[in-house]
Nanobody
Framework: VQLQASGGGLVQAGGSLRLSCAAS????????MGWFRQAPGKEREFVAA????????YYADSVKGQFTISRDNARNTVYLQMNSLKPEDTAVYYC????????????????WGQGTLVTVSS
């Protein structure tokens, strides 16, 4: 499956962004989806994940209550709504696909998007 992430940009602290990740090539609903991020000089870290049907989600403690992951299987797209953004949320955000269930381990994901940069200014 090919993944294309978009929606990143520059935002002031306290602002919001919605990231999108469009999938193509295979049956999107067969894959659990995850969002990860990588800040400069740091390892890639788990942000959020969603099950194949969208009925189950999981968040890193650092974004719980701040970010919301969702998916639209009819549109082959997964989203990450990010609210109350902080400078420490600055990173390249990646979407990833895994079959059949989600995981917090980035090495277990089979397919990755190219990443979209989110910069939060103070």
């Amino acid at each position: 499956v090919q993944l294309q992430a978009s929606g990143g940009g520059l935002v002031q602290a306290g602002g919001s962004l919605r990231l999108s990740c469009a999938a193509s090539g295979r049956t999107f609903s067969n894959y659990a989806m995850g969002w990860f991020r990588q800040a400069p000089g740091k390892e890639r870290e788990f942000v959020a994940a969603i099950s194949r049907g969208g009925g189950s989600t999981y968040y890193a403690d650092s974004v719980k209550g701040q970010f919301t992951i969702s998916r639209d299987n009819a549109r082959n797209t997964v989203y990450l709504q990010m609210n109350s953004l902080k400078p420490e949320d600055t990173a390249v955000y990646y979407c990833a696909a895994r079959n059949p269930s989600y995981s917090t381990d980035p090495t277990s994901y089979n397919y990755w998007g190219q990443g979209t940069l989110v910069t939060v200014s103070s």
